[in-house]
Antibody
Framework: EVQLVQSGAEMKKPGESLRISCKGTGYNFTNYWISWVRQMPGKGLEWMGSIDPSDSYTTYSPSFQGHVTISADKSITTAYLQWSGLEASDTAIYYC???????????WGQGTTVTVFS | QSVLTQSPSVSGAPGQRVTISCSASSSNIGADYAVHWYQQLPGTAPKLLIYGNKNRPSGVPDRFSGSRSGTSASLAISGLQAEDDADYYCQSYDTSLSGNYVFGTGTKVTVL
């Protein structure tokens, strides 16, 4: 079964760093890009950026460029989303998703809830 | 901000047919990029419903259908069921900002 399994919920303070993960199983991890999607409380879906796990080439939404870093370790079939200085406005659910042939997001992780509070 | 506009809400009685629209600019749907649709049930991750404008992944009921014309796309749900009560999002590729994947604003479908 193709699956993306994300790391657990996080509670952090403003200014702290954080890295969340997304492990792909049941398929050839390097054959599909991985995207990260943010959903703020009560709001819609926002594409943050994507990575090609085969060579770690990344592309970011201008809205998130410079605020987050996307990376991947193909040896353990895991993608990452990280922050070096969290803000309260980063409070959201973050999903990873596999990109299909037509650039659709065909498999989704269960989501990681990040809460930033002082 | 999203460049794909959806009506905020749609409602219908069980068994009825509802349609959700997704309006875009020429830099995405109008430029012949495929449109995809997702269903998000309360408290769960989104699920791919339609890909490539009109194709259903395995396991998605044929009550769901997608279409596209010009700079608009539509998702139709026929024979509405209680379990269809959810949020629905369209998604495409946009070239206006150095290449982005963009989501629609989302539509809440309420089954009366």
């Amino acid at each position: 079964e193709v699956q993306l399994v994300q790391s657990g919920a996080e509670m952090k303070k403003p200014g702290e760093s954080l890295r969340i993960s997304c492990k792909g199983t049941g398929y050839n991890f390097t054959n599909y890009w991985i995207s990260w999607v943010r959903q703020m409380p009560g709001k819609g879906l926002e594409w943050m950026g994507s990575i090609d796990p085969s060579d770690s080439y990344t592309t970011y939404s201008p809205s998130f460029q410079g605020h987050v870093t996307i990376s991947a370790d193909k040896s353990i079939t895991t993608a990452y989303l990280q922050w070096s200085g969290l803000e309260a406005s980063d409070t959201a659910i973050y999903y990873c998703a596999r990109m299909g042939y037509y650039y659709e997001m065909d498999v989704w992780g269960q989501g990681t809830t990040v809460t930033v509070f002082s | 901000q999203s460049v794909l506009t959806q009506s905020p809400s749609v409602s219908g009685a069980p068994g009825q047919r509802v349609t959700i629209s997704c309006s875009a600019s020429s830099s995405n749907i109008g430029a012949d990029y495929a449109v995809h649709w997702y269903q998000q049930l309360p408290g769960t991750a989104p699920k791919l419903l339609i890909y490539g404008n009109k194709n259903r992944p395995s396991g998605v009921p044929d009550r769901f259908s997608g279409s596209r014309s010009g700079t608009s796309a539509s998702l139709a749900i026929s024979g509405l069921q209680a379990e269809d009560d959810a949020d629905y999002y369209c998604q495409s590729y946009d070239t206006s900002l150095s290449g982005n994947y963009v989501f629609g604003t989302g539509t809440k479908v309420t089954v009366l």
